[in-house]
Antibody, heavy 125, light 110 residues
Framework: QVQLQESGPGLVKPSQTLSLTCTVSDDSLSSGSYYWSWIRQPAGKGLEWIGR???????KYNPSLKSRVTISADTSKNQFSLKLSSVTAADTAVYYC?????????????????WGQGTMVTVSS | QSVLTQPPSVSAAPGQKVTISCSGSSSNIGNNYVSWYQQFPGTAPKLLIY???NRPSGIPDRFSGSRSGTSATLGITGLQTGDEADYYC???????????FGGGTKLTVL
């Protein structure tokens, strides 16, 4: 079974850029069968989708974060990454990477079958 | 405020059945596939239901999903104490062009 693993700094200063990487345990990142997302969850609160990427086309971002988010991939390393700029305390959360299966027949692409364990990021000076 | 509305909490006795509702609109639940997730404290969410009513391999048939209009429902039968968790619904919102989630429902098995 494929595994996803988030990594990156656990502490980021306000106004700086949060950078996380998700390492995929197999080479499915370059497969057209999946969409790859970042999702976050502040302590004690619900889930918030940040954005996603696919093997082709432009990444898609949550409109509420679009001006600050960049998602990209390095398929040679089986990794995709998240950059969130100009962070504030409101960006403090557990960040998850997740994989959604893409069903060409039905168009389904938004159910997250595989999740990373999550990584806690705190924004503080 | 979440785009999708879930009750903050539900409860039922062991062995009983419980339903968790997820209310949205025509731009999300009404015209897109719905998924449901189970989350225990300190762990990542786990997919229970996808595409409204499909269960991934390994998910028992005690868990079911349905949709009526702009609302979706997760049903759990034969409740067990191990089902105590937070449950989230999620779907695509065509107006926002974003995946949206409900605020989550805490299930207590009394």
């Amino acid at each position: 079974q494929v595994q996803l693993q988030e990594s990156g700094p656990g502490l980021v200063k306000p106004s700086q850029t949060l950078s996380l990487t998700c390492t995929v345990s197999d080479d499915s990142l370059s497969s057209g069968s999946y969409y790859w997302s970042w999702i976050r969850q502040p302590a004690g609160k619900g889930l918030e989708w940040i954005g996603r990427m696919y093997t082709s086309g432009s990444p898609k971002y949550n409109p509420s974060l679009k001006s600050r988010v960049t998602i990209s991939a390095d398929t040679s390393k089986n990794q995709f990454s998240l950059k969130l700029s100009s962070v504030t305390a409101a960006d403090t959360a557990v960040y998850y990477c997740a994989r959604a299966n893409y069903d060409v027949l039905t168009g389904s692409r938004n159910a997250f079958h595989i999740w990373g364990q999550g990584t806690m990021v705190t924004v503080s000076s | 405020q979440s785009v999708l509305t879930q009750p903050p909490s539900v409860s039922a006795a062991p062995g009983q059945k419980v339903t968790i509702s997820c209310s949205g609109s025509s731009s999300n639940i009404g015209n897109n596939y719905v998924s449901w997730y189970q989350q225990f404290p300190g762990t990542a969410p786990k997919l229970l239901i996808y595409d409204i009513n499909n269960r991934p391999s390994g998910i028992p048939d005690r868990f079911s999903g349905s949709r009526s209009g702009t609302s979706a429902t997760l049903g759990i039968t034969g409740l067990q104490t191990g089902d105590e968790a937070d449950y989230y619904c999620g779907t695509w919102d065509s107006s926002l062009s974003a995946v949206v989630f409900g605020g989550g429902t805490k299930l207590t098995v009394l």
